[in-house]
């Protein structure tokens, strides 16, 4: 079973808008960290936000905010007020206490129109 | 500033030859690496696990004769795509962890390495 799932292989935004990007997860860990990262075309990856399973409040990192759903098990991506430069691929990742390893999504490809 | 220093960042090379690709961790002591690959529109997927001066571990269907990953100290892992041919052609990204408090859950990854063999 996929532990990662990102159901949205592209999305649209225009410039300025609000975008959501959807990630369920699987695990059975009580403890586990949910991460967001982005790849713009050059490679990189950045390091965007992250959500612990024990944390009370959602995460929020400038106009990056997770919307942590743990009964529903997803941690989607909410990105404020679109820019340009936010066109890239968008990975949710995870990692799970007793695994230790991190599991990546598929990716979303975001693209802002101006 | 970053703190995962990997090049190079792009290569070209001939079928048959090896290429060696580093990753050294800049401001901190990198207690696991790991090596990942990508193929074009696709995920990341991990290859090995490398633990400083230990022998790394491999996921599944990863050659660890072809893909030799040395971890000599704590802030240089190597990866070394050996007898290179077409289809090794990839993008491969190491990642690191290591650190202290909170810096520790990002689990910082270098610029990534385009390698092309012709």
């Known amino acids: 079973a996929q532990k990662i799932t990102q159901t949205q292989p592209g999305m649209f935004v225009q410039e300025k808008e609000a975008v959501t990007l959807d990630c369920t997860y699987d695990t059975s860990d009580q403890s586990y960290g949910l991460f967001w990262y982005k790849q713009p075309s050059s490679g990189e990856m950045i390091f965007l936000i992250y959500?612990?399973?024990?944390?009370?409040q959602n995460a929020t990192e400038g106009r990056y905010s997770l919307n942590f759903q743990k009964a529903r098990k997803s941690a989607n991506l909410v990105i404020s007020a679109s820019q340009l430069g936010d066109s890239a691929m968008y990975f949710c990742?995870?990692?799970?206490?007793?695994?230790?390893?991190?599991?990546f999504g598929i990716g979303t490809k975001l693209q802002v129109i101006p | 500033g970053a703190v995962v220093s990997q090049h190079p960042s792009w290569v070209i090379c001939k079928s048959g030859t090896s290429v060696k690709i580093e990753c050294r961790s800049l401001?901190?002591?990198?207690?696991?690496m790991f090596w990942y690959r990508q193929f074009p529109k696709q995920s990341l997927m991990l290859m090995a696990t490398?633990?400083?001066?230990?022998?790394?571990?491999?996921e599944q269907g990863v050659e660890k004769d072809k893909f030799l990953i040395n971890h000599a100290s704590l802030t240089l892992s190597t990866l070394t795509v050996t007898s290179a041919h077409p289809e090794d052609s990839s993008f491969y990204i190491c990642?690191?962890?290591?650190?202290?408090?909170?810096?520790?859950?990002?689990?910082?990854f270098g610029q990534g390495t385009r390698l092309t063999v012709v």
């Open positions: 990642r690191v962890e290591g650190g202290t408090g909170d810096r520790n859950t990002e689990a910082f």
């Open positions: 959500q612990g399973s024990y944390d009370e």
């Open positions: 401001d901190f002591q990198a207690t696991t």
């Open positions: 990742a995870m990692r799970e206490r007793s695994y230790q390893k991190v599991t």
């Open positions: 490398s633990n400083e001066g230990s022998k790394a571990t491999y």
